[in-house]
């Protein structure tokens, strides 16, 4: 074929595919033959491409796209080209494999086949036009995208009648884009993380990245270039392997997929179910399960094929396994070790031994239902079985000073036990009186000055000055002091007033006018 200048050609198709003129008369007006003008239409009609696409492409791109290397119709390449493409988009999901090595792999050899260049162009338009999903931006097996819907469901209580609402949580696998949701009673650290441990074992393993959105559970702080993320959730990423990447702020296609799950979870699950109640959240998940299964198993739109067989040939064998255990919530807190080389875990108000030599230093703190560990300048110093007895004291010896027994003459436990001998009134004011501080020791000092206040009063005097300062929640031994001279044990209006205001008990000053 004689050689066309490529301005007369790109000419050509504009006439013919944007201002609409006959293949014949848009050939008189460029300068190009009849013959050659129908034979280039024709090409570039078959070839796929738009014609906003003209501009992109180079001139040796274009004439060998809508004409063979030597001139013969574009057609047949085409076509064969064409049909490898959906073998493509699948292979591009195994890890390691790229464009590049499909193109050599398929038509290196092969001198009459379209260049690197091209088959690149022809593969990222046939994408374009098949609408092919977010799956084939990540590889099998690398990340889970989780999130909470918008909407939430309902449980209705038999005996009331009353109404619960279930934040509902799912999760989506990055190549496959296999789908789990599960109905939960809330968004708290425990609930979120419980949801995330099923979603991992409903798939039955485990990606290398976890990406959710910006929630608290997840990230404690959103930022930028630095989010940062919620220990305990860094801590179960840690148990299966897998790194927490929140989602960027501002970048929506990093939680694109979880979000096109949520819209079509409102068609395909809540839609279904909802005319029918639910008594419980057991209940509530086994309906939207069911729902969950044939989306999981309904061919993809334009695809011969499932999410769940694709993640069944592609990812599963991808995903890491999983522990054995499951895992046990840990919680992390900074505090000061005591004067008395102890550390208090206010959650169970009970102590626990570092070395000596690290009092009144800050130590990180990390416990789940088993044990507490302590670390200090990221070295580990101590480890205990977890003791819920309240204000008592776990010690290991060899975190005791050389020559030195740990004398336990002031403690809580101690001056609990010598007020309750006294009166049950008593009792229960040195309680509040220890809980009303961050820290049992700072109310030490004010124990053993009530405590001893009482040997100077009648036990049915001191136990009536007690109960008064409970219902006032004044816990200092001056209080307890002027009740008791002054013999005003009932409360006076004016204290009952400052008691509501104290307590913000607008309904109780109504009563009292």
Known sequence: MKKTDMKKVRELLHLVFVNGESTRQAGIIAGVSKSTAAEYVKGFRESGLRISELNILTDSDLINTITGPNGKHVTERYGELVSRFTYIEKELQRPGVTLQLLWQELFQSNPQAYSYSQFCFHYKQWAKKQKVSLHMEHKAGEKMFVDYTGVKQSIIDPKTGGTTKLEVFVAVLGSSQLCYIEAVKSQKKEDWIKANENALRFFGGSPRCIVPDCLKS??????????????????FGAHYNAIIL????LHPQDKSLAENFVRTAYTRIYAPLRNI???????????????????????????????????????????QPLPISMYDVRHFAIVTVQYHYHIYLKEDRHYYSVPFQLTGKRVQISYNSRVVEVTYNNLRVAIHQRDTRQYKYTTEPAHQPPKHQFVTKWNADRFIRWAAKISPQTEAFIRALIESKAHPEQAFSACLGILKESKKHSVDDFSKACNKALEMNNYTCKFIR????????????????????DNNDIRGLDILN
């Open 277 to 319: 109640p639910f008594f419980s959240i057991e209940e509530c998940n086994q309906a939207m399960w069911e729902e969950l299964d044939k989306h999981n198993n309904a061919t993809f739109q334009g695809k011969d094929y499932s999410r769940q067989q694709l993640f069944d040939s592609m990812e599963k064998a991808e995903l």
């Open 246 to 249: 929140p989602a960027r702020a």
């Open 482 to 501: 002027n009740t008791l001279e002054n013999k005003t044990f009932n409360i006076s209006k004016e204290e009952e007033i400052r008691r509501i205001i």
């Open 218 to 235: 997840a990230v404690t702080k959103a930022n930028k270039y630095e989010p940062h993320i919620n220990e305990s959730f860094k801590d």
